[in-house]
């Protein structure tokens, strides 16, 4: 800090030759491929790839669904312009479109549709652009053959999903993006009143951004790593909040000690020495609690964990390194123009709080403990949803038209759950006659299409549209149970069956998540024990933060399903719920834990006794803690305003975590279980050893309580 402009130019010289000569960061969006090749369901999908080749090129076909504006049944006029319409899709040459089938109309004489398969490959940009634009060239011929009428249409499918949700999600996001830069800003500058205060962490993580996304590029190629486009936003958003909390405990501290009257140069040097410790380990636990993730089956979890830990690694180095260097030269001018930074606050509400946490500290750890516990006992009604399209908005075209056809069809009609049977001797129709006559009694099936043949015939495609929606817990576990035991029963003799399509897919996803869970909680926890034993060079200490920081993690999948589940009635929440919050509950938590532990440790250190201490701490280390959860849940609460429910999900889940983590766990929980334990929170260590008395200006021992007001 005593060269500061070193420091700046060496950092941007670095984040330059990254920025200049990284890859580009390489991403997937199918689930499907972030699955290992032992589960049934990718074993499906490449006996597929190679018995029908040509057909893995063609998604779930896009399907044009036609009713009577007037609600009545089609009549028999209105098939036959509903076949004509069909034609003049064909003929108008739409670049993708091969085939387009009118079929026949439903049992219930509602609606018809017209099967279009359209190329569909997520990883291919081009590809997709393709697609979607011909979904807007089937809605405008298809409007054009009908103008004049008495029928109307809808087309639905993913692409057609993609399609009608791009805008709103392209606009969201951007709002998302805006909004937490304001927030960020808006809450800056009423803690500091000072404009550069609250624009640094701005101006800092942006860059940040830029050289973690290179590095982050480098690393995964060098690894061969998946990443998954859907989580970009949620990295961004991590990386914002994570940022600032950090600049924020800087600042603070750096406050304090030119409060103190130090020179600016010093107050940072002190600031770092006292708050880098802190910084470093909150930053280790989460960078570990992270990195655990590569234990995870799901290496779409395993990609994003290394993500999300290079990018708190690089903000990481930044606080520690370009952070203090720009506020050492800036120096109170940072503050500028509030002159607030010169003198001590007068103790109010964090004051009023540790001196109650101070006198009742078990009233305190009770109260805080049953809050959380009661939330926690929700968790139980957790249930799993992974139907992407109801998460979406359904006032667009292609939920109306999805909603209509599921009406007068199975649900799976244009996700059909996929049975292959493969065989050393040639199949036919006649062979398989029985097991096609089984497969229409398999549990849930409502409607199974004659077998398919690849060129030798060895191998037989069967898709059975399930009565339920595809992407439903309750179509999951069939799939996953009861569904698969029965057409593998089944098999014709010598034959071999594979069980695959998307409702396959996530019962293996399913069964991932559910090992991962266990796998990943358990190691996180000991690794971050072990952190904080190193940090506090104490067993016990760590041992009810890490319980802490585990119950903060339950309340909070407990509360989100009190939200959605409870009172807006979801079927469900997003499958990957459960990991992200744990991510960041767990991360975060032990974050604001380390905050105050080592808080709390500093002031013992001073002389007070623990329950002086644990006031003092609150005091000090609350507005802190306070100020940098409302900012990084504030940046989650934006995710709050997408249309789709999985984000919105993923916002309110980790907002409402990052709060329960900041003003229940590390206020009250955390500091009243330290003051009840006393020294022993340190066993068999002696970090919280005083290392010189506070004493008053006559050299006497200064009374612990006087400056709270708390009685001693």
Avoid: C
């Avoid at 803690?625 to 900012?631: D, K, L, P, R, S």
């Amino acid at each position: 800090m005593r060269h500061p402009w070193w420091t700046i130019l060496g950092w941007l010289v670095v984040a330059a030759a990254l920025i200049a000569v990284a890859p580009e960061l390489k991403t997937k969006t199918d689930q499907q491929d972030f699955l290992p090749t032992k589960y049934e369901s990718i074993q499906a999908a490449k006996l597929a790839e190679e018995a029908f080749p040509s057909a893995q090129k063609q998604a779930s076909p896009a399907m044009v669904v036609v009713k009577r504006s007037d609600g009545q049944k089609l009549t028999a006029a209105d098939s036959q312009k509903i076949g004509q319409v069909a034609q003049a899709i064909k003929a108008k040459g739409i670049k993708g479109v091969t085939t387009v089938t009118a079929t026949p109309p439903a049992s219930t004489g509602a609606i018809q549709l017209i099967a279009i398969p359209l190329p569909n490959n997520w990883q291919d940009q081009e590809a997709m652009d393709q697609g979607k634009d011909a979904i807007k060239q089937i809605r405008a011929e298809t409007g054009a053959q009908l103008r004049g009428s008495p029928l109307s249409f809808g087309v639905t499918g993913d692409l057609a999903s993609t399609v009608d949700n791009e805008k709103s999600d392209n606009e969201t996001m951007a709002l998302i993006g805006i909004g937490t830069i304001v927030i960020i800003i808006l809450l800056l500058s009423i803690i500091f009143r000072a404009p550069l205060a609250a624009l640094l962490p701005i101006v800092v993580i942006g860059l940040v951004s830029e050289v973690s996304t290179k590095v982050t590029a480098i690393i995964g190629n060098a690894l061969d790593l998946n990443f998954d486009k859907g989580f970009n936003t949620i990295v961004v958003v991590v990386l914002y909040g994570i940022g600032t909390d950090y600049i924020l405990f800087l600042l603070f501290r750096y406050r304090e000690r030119l409060r103190a009257g130090e020179d600016k140069k010093t107050a940072m040097i002190t600031s770092v020495a006292r708050v880098g410790e802190a910084i470093a380990s909150a930053a280790g636990a989460v960078i570990v609690a992270f990195l655990v993730l590569l234990l995870a089956s799901f290496k779409a979890f395993g990609g994003l964990g290394p993500q999300l830990a290079i990018a708190v690694g690089v903000m990481f180095v930044t606080s520690l390194t370009l952070v203090p260097a720009l506020i050492s030269l800036l120096g109170p001018a940072v503050f500028w123009p509030s002159k607030s930074w010169k003198k001590e606050p007068k103790p109010r509400l964090w004051a009023k709080i540790g001196a109650g946490v101070g006198r009742r500290p078990a009233i305190a750890a009770v109260a805080s403990g049953l809050v959380l516990i009661a939330l926690a006992a929700s968790a139980i009604g957790f249930k799993a949803d992974y139907d992407f399209n109801a998460s979406a908005p359904q006032n667009t075209e292609s939920a109306k038209a999805m909603k209509d056809l599921r009406s007068s069809f199975p649900a799976g009609t244009l996700t059909p759950t996929e049975v292959y049977v493969k065989s050393a001797q040639p199949l036919t129709k006649q062979s398989l006659a029985s097991y096609t006559q089984r497969l229409k009694g398999a549990p849930g099936a409502g409607s199974v299409q004659d077998p398919t043949f690849n060129k030798d015939a060895t191998v037989a495609k069967y898709a059975v549209a399930l009565k339920d929606n595809p992407n439903s817990s309750e179509s999951i576990s069939l799939v996953k149970g009861p569904f698969r035991d029965y057409v593998h029963e089944g098999a014709p003799a010598g034959a071999k069956v594979l069980v695959g399509g998307q409702t396959a897919v996530f019962a293996d996803i399913n069964t991932i998540n559910n090992r991962d869970l266990s796998v990943i909680l358990p190691v996180a926890v000991v690794l971050i024990g072990l952190i904080l034993a190193l940090l506090l060079r104490a067993i016990v200490a760590p041992i009810y933060l890490v319980g802490a920081v585990l119950l903060g993690f339950t309340a909070t999948l407990g509360a989100t399903v009190i939200l959605f589940q409870g009172i807006e009635n979801k079927p469900g929440l997003m499958f990957q719920l459960p990991i992200i919050l744990y991510l960041f509950v767990l991360a975060i938590g032990t974050d604001y834990n380390i905050l105050m532990i080592a808080r709390l440790r500093e002031e013992a250190r001073e002389g007070h006794d623990p329950r002086r201490g644990a006031a003092l701490g609150i005091q000090h280390a609350g507005p802190t803690v306070a100020a940098a959860g409302v900012i990084l849940a504030g940046t989650f609460s934006m995710l709050v305003v997408s249309p789709q429910s999985m984000t919105a999900q993923i916002g309110f889940g980790v907002a409402i975590g990052i709060l329960l983590s900041a003003f229940v766990m590390s206020a009250f929980f955390v500091p009243a279980l330290t003051a009840l334990l006393g020294h022993k929170a340190w066993w068999p260590g002696h970090s919280d050893a005083v290392k010189q008395a506070p004493s008053g200006p006559d050299g006497a021992v200064e009374d612990p309580y006087a400056r709270t007001g708390i009685p001693s």
